[in-house]
């Protein structure tokens, strides 16, 4: 037998929910208590068997966020050091070649250990210090290479 949802049907359940609110909520309240205690159980079994790949998942998630998050501070540090090698003969501005180069030894110490993250955040935190700079790695280099008197090879 066909079995179908006639329109006096219809109003009759909407009759019986306005009238018997409680009774509807009551069940609902039922429904949602039921039906969260077994999502809730197939959620742990989803989780056992894809432990792996969702942990996997989690990792590069991580991973994509601390990448994001490490090229947003590193434009707001940039942008406040010049956005440009501070060698006056270069003309670098890619910031895939910047450095954050410590101009003095209190700097130096203060940084220690810090890169990436950790030390954009602590350059922002402490209100961009004009003890450190921006450089691109090859006058870094070029100056490093050149020893105690630090003048990048571009100005020789
Ligand atoms: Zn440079
Ligand atoms: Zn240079």
Redesign the pocket.
């Known amino acids: 037998m066909e079995y179908k949802t006639t329109e006096s049907q219809r109003l009759r359940a909407k009759e019986y929910a306005q009238t018997h609110k409680e009774q509807v909520l009551a069940y609902r309240k039922w429904y949602n208590k039921e039906y969260a205690e077994k999502r809730a159980a197939y959620q742990r079994s989803y989780y056992a068997n894809n432990k792996t790949r969702l942990h996997e998942a989690r990792r590069v998630y991580g991973h994509e966020w601390r990448r994001k998050r490490l090229l947003e501070l590193r434009a707001i540090v940039f942008a406040h050091y010049g956005n440009k ?1 501070a ?1 006056p ?2 003309p670098e501005t890619n910031h895939d070649f910047f450095t954050i180069d410590h101009i003095t030894k209190k700097a130096r110490d203060r940084d220690k250990g810090k890169r990436g993250i950790s030390l954009y955040t602590q350059l922002i935190r402490l209100g961009f210090p004009d003890d450190v700079r921006l450089q691109c790695i ?2 870094n280099w ?1 100056r490093e290479k050149r020893g105690k008197d630090g003048i ?1 090879p ?2 020789l």
Request: net charge positive.
């Open positions: 090698c060698c003969k270069c090859n006058c070029g990048c571009h100005m």
